[in-house]
């Protein structure tokens, strides 16, 4: 069985800094991508960070880019996220996620943690 399990979320002040982790477990991930998406009331869910998890290739969203960090623990399968000078429109519910490489892989999610920057 497949386990995403995520913690580190919180409320937090504008220019303040969380970090949340993933910890993996149930397959290996060597054909995933291993990262955090978001989503806010409202909106969409919007990519955040992911690491390649068999190449280590990191990729980032518009938004966040210069701001998180995503780094990974291989040896526990774990991903985690530096959120780093934190705004309001940050605030979300963030989700660990396992997409895979194909379409022929199946994707899971965590159950989420939210994340609120106050002004």
């Known amino acids: 069985q497949v386990q995403l399990v995520e913690s580190g979320g919180g409320l937090v002040q504008a220019g303040g800094s969380l970090r949340l982790s993933c910890a993996a477990s149930g397959r290996a991930f060597n054909n995933y991508h291993l990262g955090w998406w978001r989503q806010a009331p409202g909106k969409e869910r919007e990519f955040v960070a992911a690491?390649?998890?068999?190449?280590?290739?990191?990729s980032y969203g518009d938004s966040v880019k210069g701001r998180f960090t995503i780094s990974r623990e291989s040896t526990k399968t774990t991903v985690y996220l530096q959120l780093n000078s934190l705004k309001p429109e940050d605030t979300a519910v963030y989700y660990c996620a396992a997409t895979g490489l194909t379409p022929a892989e199946t994707d899971y999610w965590g159950q989420g943690t939210q994340v609120t920057v106050s002004s």
């Open positions: 690491i390649t998890w068999s190449t280590g290739i990191i």
